[in-house]
């Protein structure tokens, strides 16, 4: 079955604290791994289209990367702006997109 | 319009009651998704339209549900006889398919809240 984790659920960084976001995905053949930011209130905004293994994407201070297996969402140095459910998804063979529950991440000033 | 457009933003409800929930896609996007997102959950496939095909309707968790899209633009998502588990935050997206990877918009979505 088409699967997608991510973790952690929450994550509280200061101001400047880097780290990372995990998304794990199973699913028989990927077309695309994506990352969304959802703010409160609003729908999902569109980040980053990964296609394969090794690639990688950055827009800021936010770097996406991909493996057979997992993707990694890395935060350089956050400011609280930042603050945002971040959302995973894959789509496998059809156009169901698939989604995680997310990670709502909180930077303090 | 620039984005897409989903209206009510907040939609409050009695048990029972029947209720609509609109979405106007961005000009030209064929294909269009609805989406539920309920607290705590990820998103929850509900039904896709692409052009004038059949639409998906695999993910309508009953048949109290149900889904229209007009002329291949507008989309009207039905419910009715709400039930409390029906509370969620229902997003409508939309997309030009034409390639694998092919990234969604969505709109702010409708907060139903079913008493």
């Known amino acids: 079955e088409d699967q997608v984790t991510q973790s952690p659920e929450a994550l509280r960084l200061q101001e400047g604290e880097s780290s990372s976001l995990n998304c794990s995905y199973t699913?028989?053949?990927?077309?695309?791994l994506f990352w969304y930011r959802q703010d409160p209130g609003k729908g999902p905004e569109f980040l980053f289209t990964?296609?394969?293994a090794g690639e990688e994407k950055e827009k800021e201070r936010l770097k996406a990367t991909l493996t057979k297996k997992e993707s990694f969402l890395h935060i350089t140095a956050p400011k609280p702006e930042d603050s945002a459910t971040y959302l995973c998804a894959v789509q496998p063979p059809t156009y169901k997109y698939i989604f995680g529950t997310g990670t709502r991440l909180k930077v303090l000033a | 319009g620039a984005g897409v457009s989903q209206s009510p933003s907040n939609k409050v409800t009695e048990k029972g009651k029947d209720v609509e929930l609109r979405c106007d896609p961005i000009s030209g996007h064929t294909a269009l998704y609805w989406y539920r997102q309920s607290l705590g959950q990820g998103l929850e496939f509900l039904i896709y339209f692409q052009g004038n095909s059949a639409p998906d309707k695999s993910g309508l968790p009953s048949d109290r549900f149900s889904a229209e899209r007009t002329g291949g633009s507008v989309s009207t998502l039905t419910i009715q006889r709400t039930q409390q588990e029906d509370s969620a935050v229902y997003l409508c997206a939309s997309s030009s398919p034409g390639r694998a990877g092919e990234k969604l918009f969505f709109g702010s979505g409708t907060q139903l809240s079913v008493l």
């Open positions: 699913v028989s053949g990927l077309r695309g």
């Open positions: 990964l296609y394969s």
